[in-house]
T-cell receptor, first 113, second 116 residues
Framework: SQQGEEDPQALSIQEGENATMNCSYK?????LQWYRQNSGRGLVHLILIRSNEREKHSGRLRVTLDTSKKSSSLLITASRAADTASYFCASPAGGTSYGKLTFGQGTILTVHP | NAGVTQTPKFQVLKTGQSMTLQCAQD?????MYWYRQDPGMGLRLIYYSASEGTTDKGEVPNGYNVSRLNKREFSLRLESAAPSQTSVYFC???????????????FGPGTRLTVL
């Protein structure tokens, strides 16, 4: 079963609007990561938030983590057409998993110019 | 610095044929991974190699074998391809073990495989 599940599955917005994607996970984690995948390309790491952090920023990205609810959110502010991509959350599989990550099914974001 | 490279980019096989997907990284990473991605699904881990000389099964290992040839290269082999193995395959690497906090993974561009 998937460790992470994203919501919504698809999101369509206009350029300049903010986009929020949510991720829920099942087991305890020591960090949660977000990746972006442009159509036909590999995944690119965006940001990592550790379990002792509640919020993290990177440019126009803001990630929050609520370990009590086992959920995370990714906010992209002032979106651009170039932000159109699929976004995945991922978390370590647990235990001494040597860096194994379990990915959610992703949110497809479309930003209209 | 090319990062993670994969060959081939595209491949069409007939049922029962075999092939090897190649992956190499030039970032001196210890750990390497093979995933498959199917429409509407996230990535599923096939096999991984925590360090040179070790390999372990992931979530969906059946029908596949791997070889960690050296620290740079990690290959995935389909011995007898089946239509269910039609997918996009991604190789990834990460610098250090999770236990040391190194979870970020770096991905290759993928191989699109079709099995007829």
């Amino acid at each position: 079963s998937q460790q992470g599940e994203e919501d919504p599955q698809a999101l369509s917005i206009q350029e300049g609007e903010n986009a929020t994607m949510n991720c829920s996970y099942k087991t305890s984690i020591n960090n949660l990561q977000w990746y972006r995948q442009n159509s036909g390309r590999g995944l690119v790491h965006l940001i990592l938030i550790r379990s002792n952090e509640r919020e993290k920023h990177s440019g126009r990205l803001r990630v929050t983590l609520d370990t009590s609810k086992k959920s995370s959110s990714l906010l992209i502010t002032a979106s651009r057409a170039a932000d159109t991509a699929s976004y995945f959350c991922a978390s370590p599989a647990g235990g001494t998993s040597y860096g194994k990550l379990t990915f959610g099914q992703g949110t497809i974001l479309t930003v209209h110019p | 610095n090319a990062g993670v490279t994969q060959t081939p980019k595209f491949q069409v096989l007939k049922t029962g044929q075999s092939m090897t997907l190649q992956c190499a990284q030039d970032m001196n990473h210890n750990s390497m991974y093979w995933y498959r991605q199917d429409p509407g699904m996230g990535l599923r881990l096939i096999y991984y190699s925590a360090s040179e000389g070790t390999t372990d099964k992931g979530e969906v290992p059946n029908g596949y074998n791997v070889s960690r040839l050296n620290k740079r290269e990690f290959s995935l082999r389909l011995e007898s391809a089946a239509p269910s193995q039609t997918s996009v395959y991604f190789c990834a690497s990460s610098p250090i073990l999770q236990a040391l906090g190194g979870d970020t993974q770096y991905f290759g561009p993928g191989t699109r495989l079709t099995v007829l």
